[in-house]
């Protein structure tokens, strides 16, 4: 029920901030009575600790007013989820064709690899057919087709890892002159070795897409709706 | 005077085949055995994988096709023989309805790569047919 007025919205979590409770109690506007000072002669004639049962019953019915401390310390709770890597999609096996929804080349369609450690999916153009290089892809916002490229056989080196494709530090320059008023054109030229690397792997994946009619031209294209067409009614 | 009733060119009868619409026989086509109100028939599809059940005529559509000369709460077998014989279920697949039925599903079957190649060939499709009306228009003109 909305607007529900009760004291915890939830076990554990109050309706009104700490902020709010003080504010609402204002305590600060009651005028706090002096303390009495407590005199050795009160002292003295403060309750003993009791003998009798009639004294037990009375200090028993007494409120506590002392805390009570713990008796075992405080532990961080045992988290027990585990880190792991995206579950893959039963629909995207090697070489599956997969429309990219997000990012840089969002519409176009690749072809898949493999899945790296992190859960992130290596996918390449191929680069010759449309300039999409080795790069890694999240699952998440890929569309799996059911085209196939038939890359039986085909496995790809180990060396491409998430750390082959971690950006390199770039050197801080934030808040200097240089910075504000742009780097020289001083254009990163790709690696040598990346170049070579994506040959090497594409050339068993153009091979198998010659072997289709129409699929490379297929993957040159881009993924676009028409008029009419809804997403969910399609087949993929 | 024109009457209503000559309007209606598909009667309910035992013979007439009708195509379920509804139901998990939906797309079959089934024979109707025996009337049992105004609502509902009995409908048998022994060569269509449709079992002997009352149906409402809602869950329902009536094709042009009969069965001829069946006789009332046939039962299965002498049904498909009847049907056989007839060819009923040839002739429904020969219909322009049956056809863009199976066109349609064809059509929503298809994939992503599927729909690519489509596009491909009616453009090349496109491009002999209207190369050669420009030819006959320059022709003609």
Redesign the interface.
């Known amino acids: 029920m909305a607007n529900s007025r009760t004291n915890q919205l939830v076990p554990g979590i109050s309706r009104l901030s700490r902020s709010k409770v003080f504010s609402k109690r204002a305590a600060y506007k009651i005028a706090k009575e002096a303390k009495p000072k407590v005199t050795k002669e009160k002292k003295a004639a403060a309750p003993k600790k009791p003998s009798t049962t009639k004294d037990l019953v009375n200090a028993l019915t007494q409120k506590k007013k002392t805390l009570v401390t713990r008796s075992v310390a405080l532990e961080p709770k045992t988290v027990r989820k585990a880190q792991r890597a995206t579950p893959l999609r039963k629909s995207i096996t090697p070489g599956t064709v997969l429309i990219l929804l997000a990012g840089r080349f969002r519409g176009k369609r690749v072809v898949f690899l493999k899945q790296l450690s992190s859960g992130l999916l290596l996918v390449t153009g191929p680069f010759k057919i449309n300039g999409i290089p080795l790069r890694r892809v999240n699952q998440a916002y890929v569309i799996a087709t059911s085209t196939k490229v038939d890359l039986a056989g085909y496995k790809v080196d180990a060396k491409f890892n998430d750390a082959y494709f971690k950006k390199e530090a770039q050197a801080k320059m934030k808040g200097t002159e240089e910075e504000f008023f742009g780097k020289d054109a001083q254009k990163k030229e790709h690696p040598a070795h990346k170049i070579a690397d994506q040959k090497v792997v594409d050339e068993k994946v153009v091979a198998a897409v010659a072997k289709v009619p129409y699929l490379a031209s297929y993957l040159a294209s881009s993924f676009a709706l028409s008029n009419g067409q809804a997403p969910h009614t399609l087949k993929f | 005077m024109p009457t209503r009733q000559g309007s209606f060119k598909r009667l309910v009868e035992v013979g007439r085949v009708v195509l379920i619409n509804d139901g998990a026989d939906t797309g079959k086509i089934a024979v109707i055995v025996d009337i049992v109100d105004h609502n509902r028939a009995i409908v048998d599809g022994p060569t269509t994988n449709v079992t002997r059940q009352v149906i409402a005529f809602k869950k329902v559509v009536l094709t042009d096709i009969v069965v001829k000369r069946l006789p009332r709460t046939i039962g299965s077998k002498a049904l498909a023989k009847f049907l056989e014989k007839q060819q009923v279920v040839e002739t429904w697949q020969k219909t322009a309805w049956a056809q863009k039925i199976v066109a349609r599903e064809r059509r929503?079957?298809?994939?992503?790569?599927d729909r690519?190649?489509l596009m491909?060939l009616k453009k090349q499709q496109r491009f002999i047919v209207d190369h050669q009306t420009a030819l006959l228009k320059k022709e003609r003109a």
């Open positions: 929503a079957a298809l994939s992503d790569f690519f190649k491909r």
